[in-house]
């Protein structure tokens, strides 16, 4: 069942959860909200990646990268599903709940962008950045689990999350371009190109250096923040380094590796920061 949800991929955004707790606590913020933020993106993910695999059934039967998960080939059924998204959203409502009420007031706006942005390459190629923003809501959940509130650095934050994602989504919309324009679905490689969605995932990843670099100084992070920054840009310029209008062998390495070690360096690098 996790692997029909590709549970795995929490590592993208888990992180920023936690940085956001650190940087809002200025330190260590507590067993209670680390366990219940946990919940709280356990629920999420769960929620949003199981809606996406009932809501795009039809299309992963139709496209061969795709045709192999589990709702396709009947391994498992709607209904189990189903199940599986509503006990995400059950228990982030929980977990919201515990942790402070401005939290649980949110949950259920967070949950309309957790559902509704599976919907969104139907009918706009900004999809890429709407995925980007939800995922975001990870490090603005985690500020104000800690804070109860919002302030300009977890801004920041999640607008460097927003493009740091858009930007890999970008890269890997690449290798369904015939397949998108084929079967009506809007994306920046379908309607402009792959060598015009490579250049905007680069542009967004400049982004993402310079809202990371922008925390940093507003916080003043202190010199281990900036060695992990400068290893974040040089891990940046290698995944664009791994594909090419022409070649896009290395796609998974630089969508799954590389960005999974950018958010555990991230992570690490703020921890380090605030100390020294």
Known sequence: MLDAIKFEHTIFALPFAYIAMVLAAGGWPGWHAVAWVTAAMVGARTCAMATNRVVDRWIDA???????RHLPRGLLRVGEVRALAIGGALLLLVAAWRLNPLCLALAPLALVFLVGYNYTKRFTWTSHWILGFTDGIAAAGGW???????????????FALTV?????????????????????LHSVPARFGIAAALRTARVCHALTAAAFALLGVMLALGPLFWVGWLVVVALLVYEHSLVSPGDLSGLDVAFFNVNGYIAVIVLASVVGGLWW
């Not at 139709?62 to 192999?68: E, L, Q, Y």
């Open 62 to 68: 139709a496209n061969p990268r795709t045709a192999a």
């Open 144 to 158: 104000i689990a800690v804070r109860a509130r919002f302030d300009a650095p977890v801004l920041v934050l999640w």
């Open 164 to 184: 740091w994602i858009a930007g890999f989504d970008l890269i890997y919309a690449c290798q369904d371009v015939a397949f998108d324009r084929a079967h009506g």
